[in-house]
């Protein structure tokens, strides 16, 4: 029993074996297999590591952006003439990533809470029966009332009550269109701890003054003209000025830290999100982008507002980012996955010699050795004797 657990730990630690190989001289399963390695070789080399860059390690960057408006409008309304600054058209004021531009208006001043009658058209009436109760839109107080020709319901709202059933055409504010937009943005890759400005070597204060976005002649250039934008984004400036629209800014940041850091650069894509004119779809049930905005004031004790109702174009600015740098795990992962599918090669010729070819019984004979565990001849190699089948 010692002499036996005394072999086996011999042979465990002493012998090594290997698969036993056949040398098979066919040219037909020789090309197939060359061509299969020949396409296994081309995958690893041109898609994972050309390609997918499979030899790198990626990570994505913490990013911070805000914005700075810079223009004035001026507009002409019934002989009042008013200019509008950064303060009055942009919204909200922070400097944020998503934002809004005025570029029409309806504007209802002298807003005070009392009683009026309603707008023609919305609750038209014949007697006060027509106006009991409320809505979730007007507060009726059940009294109708004779409108010019037009009898309609009385109600409790800010009065008089806003009438937008016309929008201003042209653009109250078409001067929008030579804003600029300054954007300034800063990433961070925290896996290779490398920090990135879009202000980035050249871009100084004095080229900063000077320069504007252009997609051929400035690309590095982080001041935009809002008709530029517009224009970029594939829309109109005057149709979207009037109802409003979405425009997304993408900030892409594709770096390679295997070359030199001053490399990786931001580049500016638009993207029109809503509000595109050559949508053919009239059936919409909401066109442009537009909210109300209210100023509050006191006037005589009063409390009074003048409502605006806004339509702009919603800027929303988006960073995405993929960085990437030499990294022998992924590198060592790569390779020894490539050495895997080499064996596909061995498994589709091992099928093609047993299953397809004519003289597939001689491959089986020649590529296994069967053998029969009850009679054993001590003179043959292994203590084993072939069968009728390998005598073949």
């Known amino acids: 029993m010692k002499s036996q657990i005394t072999n086996a730990l011999s042979d465990f630690f002493f012998e090594y074996e290997t698969p036993r190989q056949v040398l098979v001289r066919n040219r037909r399963v020789g090309v197939v297999c060359r061509l299969i390695q020949l396409g296994v070789l081309a995958y690893i080399i041109g898609w994972v590591f050309i390609y997918e860059k499979g030899y790198q390690s990626t990570d994505t960057a913490v990013s911070s952006v805000f914005t ?165 984004s594939g829309f109109n400036f005057e149709t979207i000025a009037k109802v409003g629209g979405a425009i997304g800014i993408v900030v892409d940041w594709t770096c390679n830290f295997d070359t030199d850091v001053r490399n990786c650069k931001p580049k500016y894509n638009f993207h029109g999100l809503y509000g595109n004119p050559t949508e053919t779809d009239k059936a919409r049930a909401s066109v442009g982008y537009n909210f109300r905005y209210a100023k509050h004031y006191l006037e005589d004790t009063i409390q009074k507002r003048t409502l605006l109702k806004v339509f702009g174009i919603r800027i929303d600015i988006i960073v995405q980012s993929l960085a990437r740098k030499f990294d022998i795990i992924p590198t060592l992962t790569a390779i020894g996955s490539g050495v895997g599918i080499f064996g596909v090669a061995t498994v589709v010729c091992d099928l093609v010699l047993l299953y397809l070819l004519p003289k597939r019984e001689f491959y089986k004979n020649m590529k296994f050795k069967y053998t029969d565990t009850h009679i054993q001849d001590p003179d043959s190699e292994v203590g084993s004797i072939e069968t009728e089948v390998s005598k073949k």
């Not at 507009?75 to 934002?99: C, M």
């Not at 809470?113 to 809505?135: F, Q």
Request: charged share 25%.
């Open 68 to 232: 700075k408006m810079k223009g004035v409008g001026y507009t002409s309304e019934i002989g009042k003439e008013r200019v509008w600054d950064v303060a009055d058209y942009v919204f909200p004021p922070q400097g944020d990533s998503s934002f809004v531009v005025m570029t029409n208006y309806i504007i209802t001043e002298g807003q005070n809470m009392s009683k009026c009658p309603e707008l023609p058209g919305k609750h038209n009436c014949t007697s006060n029966k027509d106006c009991e109760g409320g809505g979730f839109k007007r507060q009726m107080t059940g009294v109708c009332v004779k409108l010019n020709t037009t009898q309609t319901c009385e109600v409790l709202a800010w009065c008089p009550v806003e009438d937008d059933r016309k929008i201003p055409d042209p653009p109250m504010l078409m001067s929008a269109e030579n804003y600029t937009l300054f954007i300034k943005n800063s990433v961070t890759f925290p896996l290779f701890g490398v920090t990135r400005s879009n202000l980035v070597e050249g871009i100084d204060a004095e080229y900063i003054s000077k320069c504007l976005h252009d997609p051929e002649k400035a690309p590095l250039c982080p001041i935009f003209k809002l008709g530029d934008i517009v224009k970029l």
